[in-house]
């Protein structure tokens, strides 16, 4: 029998050849092939340096701004990130921030870790900084604590509280290294994502995110992957940000990265730069089709450790399958570290004997309300909001997860291959088995997803 080429990843092994060729409505979805306005990322760096939009050039800041024994910060981005940026950004940008005359003991570079967990020795080398990086610099670190060391400095418009780190407000100069990118209930992540919740206070993050919530959808349908109108809360961010604007100088480096590769370089205005993004991102993005699939095949690649970073591959999928809850989402995703989130999986127990509807107004009440909110706490939702247009179990994840597990907690089927030679024969049967299961459509629309930063937006939904 001979097979399409669909080819997509199990951690970091590609499989291939698993869709036969005699199905006929098969698609791989791509975006848009994006030409960079460079080819040598130092040197397009250095120019927008000090060519920036919406602020005077970086050499004018220093030399205006800085003086020997002021701090200059560095905010970048934790583990939780690839930090492909971090790692292009920082050697040339600091050499030129020496060059202008600032000291490297002034220069200090803060890890916007929000309230995740703060990374360990071995995370700050081999994820944030790289080793060469971190040799030089690791004595200049500073770690971002959403529990101490931040100031009150008011309110916004919607009432939440802004705690920021002290060590940040009392800079002359805040440089921001920023990897814009789709987010599934901000919209938009990087540029201001970096402030708030980079270096907030938690009261500030457990205020701002559950503004995504809503009782009968799981989120508002204004906080979904790529939309920032409206959406109440990267408007937050963006407000926080804006207040903090008067009180420092903030001057944002933003990129895109695609598949491995810086492809956009943008500095200025952090504001602006989150702006400017919008439109690239859209062409990197974004995938416009007419029909929902019945199967869609998804990976996240080597970000597929646990379950708690795979959801990123279900929601996308989500937006890609039909919603009458017929169709099917297999998500390749070796989970080798588990769940990866105490919050996500006490929740899931909670509900796991309640219907969907009732779970989700269930750990929305209980888990998600200004109070009680703590980041893990936004996936329960995330996940019953698909659940109530894709079927339970109809979520298939091949994986090192326990299957009894995935079934009775996260109402997901799951496949375990002994090794990743058995996952192409393992997707095989699934193809053959969704048939079997659905006589009516001998011939499914197949779409096959190789990136989960995708937005596929479907002309006329099945609901």
């Known amino acids: 029998m001979l097979f399409h080429r669909t080819p997509i990843k199990y951690g970091s092994t590609v499989v291939d050849e698993f869709i036969p060729s005699t199905l006929t409505d098969v698609h791989v979805l791509e975006a848009e092939d994006f030409t960079p306005d460079f080819t040598d990322f130092e040197e397009k760096l250095a120019e927008v340096l000090e060519s920036p939009i919406g602020t005077p050039p970086l050499s004018a800041l220093v030399s205006q701004l800085y003086t020997s024994g002021k701090q200059v910060t560095i905010i970048v981005d934790d583990n939780t990130r690839p930090n492909i940026h971090t790692k292009m950004i920082l050697p040339p940008l600091t050499r030129r921030l020496m060059e202008l005359g600032v000291k490297k003991e002034d220069i200090k570079i803060m890890i916007a870790s929000g309230s995740h967990v703060p990374p360990n020795e071995d995370a700050l080398e081999n994820k944030v900084l790289g080793p060469e990086i971190y040799a030089e610099w690791k004595d200049n670190v500073l770690i971002h604590d959403c529990d101490s ?175 009458d809850k017929r169709g099917w989402i297999v998500l390749l995703a070796p989970c080798e570290d588990g769940i990866g989130s105490a919050a996500y999986e ?77 996952v192409q024969s393992l997707l095989r049967g699934l193809v053959e088995r969704y048939i079997k299961e659905n006589p009516d459509t001998p011939n499914p629309r197949i779409y096959v997803l190789p990136d989960a930063g995708l937005l596929i937006n479907v002309a006329h939904q099945k609901e």
């Open 149 to 323: 060391g931040n100031r009150y400095m008011g309110k916004t418009s919607l009432g939440t509280p802004i705690y920021i780190d002290e060590r940040v407000l009392d800079s002359c100069l805040v440089i921001v290294l920023s990897d814009s990118e789709y987010h599934y209930f901000a919209g938009q992540a990087g540029t201001v994502k970096l402030f708030c919740p980079g270096v907030a206070g938690r009261e500030t993050i457990r205020i701002n995110h559950p503004r995504m919530f809503d009782l009968e959808r799981g989120f508002l349908p204004t906080c979904r992957l790529g939309n920032t109108k409206g959406n109440p809360v990267i408007e937050d961010m963006i407000e926080i940000t804006e207040m903090m604007k008067e009180h420092l100088t903030i001057f944002c480096v933003d990129t895109i990265v695609d598949h491995g590769e810086v492809v956009y370089v943008q500095a200025g205005d952090i504001i602006e730069c989150h702006k400017a993004a919008s439109e690239p991102l859209r062409r990197l993005r974004v995938v416009e089709v007419d029909e929902p699939a019945d199967i869609v095949f998804v990976s996240v690649g080597e970000l597929g450790i646990n379950l708690y970073q795979a959801g990123k591959g279900i929601h996308a999928a989500w937006n890609a399958v039909r919603h």
């Open 346 to 422: 006490e929740a899931m127990v909670a509900t796991k004997d309640m219907s969907v509807k009732d779970a989700l107004r269930y750990v929305i009440q209980t888990y998600c309300t200004e109070k009680t909110f703590k980041i893990g706490n936004q996936k329960p939702p995330d996940l019953f909001r698909i659940l109530l247009d894709v079927e339970e179990r109809n979520i298939k994840v091949v994986t090192q997860l326990d299957p009894d597990v995935l079934s009775e907690v996260y109402r997901m089927e799951g496949l375990n291959p002994s090794d990743s030679s058995e």
